[in-house]
Each structure stands twice: as structure tokens, then as C-alpha cells.
């Protein structure tokens, strides 16, 4: 594994999240008012701690809001089941709206076909938190539980923000991973720039992340059809972004890490359009045991640390939410799938010999 792997690779109710407290004795390194809620490496030294990739520095919560604030559009990249994230990402969101802003809330985890379902939702004169998880089916989705992300939707009702889908309609997504980018119309891939390619090494970047994320049980070349999956819902994501930020007063992206990433996800997509447009990103990284120190996870020359042109503008450790080992449970599933599929073949077979006897 080498340096940077970590990032290449890759709840607290609304009145509780008006600030962070510093840790006495501990520099920078800050946690929320209620405390963490993941429980693994919470006293990893870097726990607690933002680092700025174009400074390489360590800074402040505060220093931290003073540059968010002065974006038009702040993309927040999470591991989708660490509730500390959610936390930290409703954190920014209260940090804005004390700030002035009006930020629309945009949902990577919303499909395009749920937008109607979320508008009427929206224009009900009563609004549970707890009720939009169950309307837009977020469990059944797949999605970790609804409570975890909950912490965003309490402030942003409680604001009165627009929240908006960003992800591709469901129906897209499964004709771009069968047919390819042609799926998408003409049109829409040259307004999403979806026509123009990535440069080698980010392709390259992508693919490999893709390939690590299942696991290296499939070979690269067999993820092409997902990369163009990819970059859709990137683009699509960074389409949702740049509407709102034109309309709103400044637009918040919720979405994975990987999702954030300036040399190949949306914010690549929002300076191929916008070039004028300020963003910035943020990616909330779980602290590893057996990595002590910012550079076990960011690479200079990779990671653009030190430059104009960082892979996110921020990070910001957090303790680590679960143990488990993703990929051996994917393993697990794939050799029962497997397992399933060869007693299939020798039923079939059973069948077929029987089948031919009685012919004879």
C-alpha cells in the first residue's frame, strides 16, 4: 500500500451543532459538542484535525468556515456509514446559514426520478426529518440507515433550504452500465461534458479506484461500463451544483469522497464549465491504527499537496466507524453466489440427463 492510498482508493440534533470545542492541549484538533459517535482510533492523533492541501497545513474550524463561506458552491465527501460525517456535514451546513447563505442542499444518495416525490414532500405544511428517509425509500435503497444522515435534513428544514436530487435517474444509470456512454443523448453528453476525456492519468486514477473498491475481484478492463456509469453521475452531480449555485444563494453537495475529488469527479466537470465559479472541497477521512501521520495518507506529488491543485482543498480526520472487513464480506458473497450457480448447473444437468433417458 503505499502513501495516499487512504484518499486514491476511496446524529447530533440540529441545536447541538452551532460550534466545536478545541481539545485542551491538542493544538487544532477539534470534535463536536456532543462528541464523536464512531468508536474505533477515537484518540488517533490526527482525530479531530483539518489539514489543508494547498497550504499543507493544519487549520482551524475557523479558518476552515472562512474559506467555505466564501464559495459558491462547498462539496462535502463522506464514508457514507460513519454518522460522524453526517454530523460534521450538517455542521457546515448551520456554519453557512450563520454566515448569510441560502445554500440548496444537493443529495447524491436522491436519484433524478425521486425529484417529484422530494418536491411534494417539501411542500407539506408539516415536515418530519424523520419522514423523509422513510419517503424516499432510503433503507430500502440501500442507503445506511436514514438516522445517520438525518443531522442534515434538521438543519436544512429547519432553514427552509431548498434540497434537491443529484443522481442520475435509476433507469439511465442501468442503459449507460448495459449500452455505454451512447445511452445519453448527443445533447446532454456535450452540455455535461461528458464528450470530453479525462486526462490519462485521472482515467487511469478512476479505473483503479474503481477496481479497488470491488476489491481486484474484477478485472479492470471489465469496469469500463461502470467508469462510464461514473462519470455520469459525476457529471450529472456537478450539473445539479452549478444550477442551483446560479439560482441559490450558493448550493452544498452531500455526496461520497470520491465523489469530490477535483482531478476527476464533479468539481472537474464544474471548472470544465464554469470556470469562474468558486468551489470548494472537503473530504471527512477515518483515521487508520496503523496510520499515524498526514503523509501515511496524502501523497505530494499524487495528491497535489503543496499546489494549486489539490485533490480536495480540505480533509479532515474523524475516528473510524466499523471494523469490518468490506471486501472479505464481498468475497463471502461472491463464493456463495458462485456456489449457488454450479449447484444450479448440476440440477440442470441431473435434469437434462433424466430428460434424455426417458426419450430412449
Known amino acids: 500500500m503505499t502513501k495516499g492510498s487512504s484518499l486514491r482508493r476511496g446524529g447530533l440534533l440540529a441545536c447541538a451543532l452551532a460550534g466545536l470545542f478545541l481539545l485542551p492541549g491538542t493544538g487544532f484538533a ?22 489543508s492541501l494547498r497550504e499543507n497545513r493544519e487549520v482551524s474550524a475557523k479558518e476552515l468556515v472562512d474559506s467555505l463561506a466564501g464559495a459558491n458552491s462547498v ?3 463522506e464514508i457514507h456509514d460513519n454518522p460522524d460525517h453526517h454530523s460534521l456535514q450538517a455542521w457546515a451546513i448551520r456554519q453557512l ?12 444518495m436522491v436519484p433524478q ?25 432510503w433503507n430500502e435503497r440501500g442507503w445506511p440507515d436514514w438516522k445517520i444522515y438525518q443531522p442534515i435534513a434538521e438543519v436544512a428544514l429547519a432553514a427552509n433550504l431548498p434540497i434537491k436530487a443529484g443522481d442520475v435517474a435509476r433507469d439511465l444509470q442501468r442503459q449507460v452500465g448495459q449500452k455505454g456512454i451512447k445511452a445519453v443523448s ?54 445539479t451544483v452549478l444550477l442551483e449555485s446560479a439560482e441559490q444563494l450558493g ?3 452531500i455526496a461520497g469522497a470520491g465523489h469530490v475529488r477535483r482531478d476527476w469527479a464533479v468539481p472537474w466537470y464544474l471548472a470544465k464549465r464554469a470556470p469562474k465559479l468558486r468551489v470548494r472541497s472537503l473530504a471527512f477521512i ?7 501521520a498526514v503523509t501515511d495518507y496524502l501523497d505530494a506529488e499524487a495528491d ?22 468490506h471486501c472479505a464480506q464481498l468475497r463471502e458473497r461472491f463464493r456463495k453466489r458462485q456456489e449457488e450457480r454450479q449447484s444450479e448447473e448440476k440440477a440442470q444437468e441431473k435434469g437434462d440427463a433424466v430428460v434424455e433417458d426417458t426419450e430412449q
Open 286 to 292: 477515518e483515521a487508520m491504527a496503523d496510520k499515524p
Open 97 to 108: 446559514l450563520d454566515r448569510g447563505g441560502r445554500p440548496a442542499v444537493v443529495f447524491e
Open 251 to 253: 448550493s452544498v453537495l
Open 304 to 325: 497535489g499537496v503543496g499546489t494549486d491543485r489539490p485533490i480536495y482543498d480540505f480533509v479532515w480526520f474523524t475516528p473510524r466507524a466499523t471494523l469490518v472487513d
Open 113 to 137: 426520478d425521486l425529484a417529484g416525490t422530494l418536491a411534494a414532500y417539501l411542500k407539506r405544511s408539516r415536515r418530519n426529518p424523520a419522514d423523509l428517509g422513510k419517503v424516499l425509500e
Open 186 to 239: 448527443p445533447g446532454d453528453r456535450e452540455r455535461l461534458m461528458m464528450d470530453r476525456p479525462l486526462e490519462p492519468a485521472a482515467e487511469e486514477g478512476l479505473l483503479e479506484t474503481l477496481h479497488a473498491g470491488h476489491c481486484g475481484m474484477m478485472p479492470k478492463e471489465a469496469l469500463r461500463p461502470m467508469l462510464g456509469v461514473q462519470r455520469l453521475r459525476d457529471a450529472v452531480m456537478a450539473d
Open 75 to 77: 462539496l462535502l465527501g
Open 30 to 51: 477539534e470534535v463536536p459538542p456532543g462528541g464523536w459517535q464512531s468508536i474505533h482510533n477515537v484518540d488517533h492523533p490526527l482525530v479531530g484535525r483539518i489539514w
